[in-house]
């Protein structure tokens, strides 16, 4: 499907696996421009080969580590004006209060929750100037579905939720849309490392991973492509009226409740 994209400039974080990687391929096939940004430069570069030998679409990196001071500015000043920004980049660890200490808590905040804020923060002022754009805020299902065994991506999330939700209601007025995606269990390389972190938990041996995928529906996480290809459309015109709005792909993992 032609979405009305190419053209388009944007802006993928977190862009050199998974997720972000996977955008940057979606994008690219609409005819989007892109600058992409992580820490694992040689990733990176070896994206952009992939990308620009099979569309001829613009790919420009910028390889950083986004704590770091003054980097949020520099990727900003550097990658100029977009106008869809896609914030992926972070990965909040799995652990309980008892297991995860503050220092891990806090630096997982730091790039994905505060991460995101302060990107949304630079580029916003600068898409209102040049008449509107698209915030995609990739955050995950925790947010809505509380965990005690993944506490801090659980509090991190739903604070990204809120603060989706809360920019999105007025930012339309401005001419930008903010949306939020909340993947469930998604096959890239962060899933696996939670699952083994919950066998731990839960069973005291890593080796037993692989008896949680029972759990998930259909006996398996999405795919990343599932995840992708809602992001574009969130991207495009057909989805113009849409702003301050969470959208949940997990199987209906978050709806399967029970009063049992």
């Known amino acids: 499907m032609d979405l009305g994209l190419k053209g388009r400039s944007v802006l993928i974080t977190g862009a050199s696996q998974g997720i972000g990687k996977g955008a940057a391929e979606v994008f690219a096939e609409e005819g989007c421009d892109l600058h992409l940004t992580a820490r694992n430069a040689e990733a990176l570069e070896k994206l952009k080969a992939e990308i620009q030998s099979t569309h001829p679409v613009q790919v420009r990196n910028h390889p950083m580590d986004l704590t770091a001071e003054g980097a949020i500015e520099k990727l900003v000043k550097d990658a100029g004006d977009i106008d869809i920004l896609i914030n992926n980049a972070g990965v909040i660890p799995g652990g309980s209060l008892a297991t995860l200490d503050e220092k891990t808590w806090r630096d997982g905040w730091e790039l994905k929750v505060f991460g995101y804020i302060s990107l949304t923060r630079a580029v916003y002022a600068r898409m209102k100037a040049n008449g509107g754009g698209v915030i995609i805020n990739d955050i995950g299902n925790a947010g809505e579905r509380y965990d005690a065994d993944y506490i801090a991506g659980t509090t991190g999330n739903a604070s990204l939720m809120a603060f989706t939700r809360?920019?999105?209601?007025r930012s339309i007025d401005d001419g930008i849309r903010v949306v939020g995606i909340n993947p469930g269990p998604v096959d890239t390389e962060r899933i696996y490392k939670l699952l083994k972190r919950r066998a731990v938990d839960w069973y005291g041996d890593e080796s037993r991973w692989q008896e949680l995928?029972?759990?998930?529906?259909?006996?398996?996480?999405?795919?990343?492509?599932?995840?992708?290809?809602?992001?574009?459309?969130?991207?495009?015109?057909?989805?113009?009226?849409?702003?301050?709005?969470?959208?949940?792909?997990?199987?209906?993992?978050?709806?399967?409740?029970?009063?049992?």
């Open 166 to 169: 809360a920019l999105g209601g």
């Open 213 to 260: 995928l029972a759990r998930y529906p259909l006996g398996r996480p999405a795919r990343v492509r599932e995840i992708v290809d809602l992001m574009a459309f969130l991207a495009s015109d057909r989805s113009s009226y849409t702003s301050g709005a969470i959208f949940t792909v997990d199987g209906g993992i978050t709806s399967r409740s029970s009063i049992i």
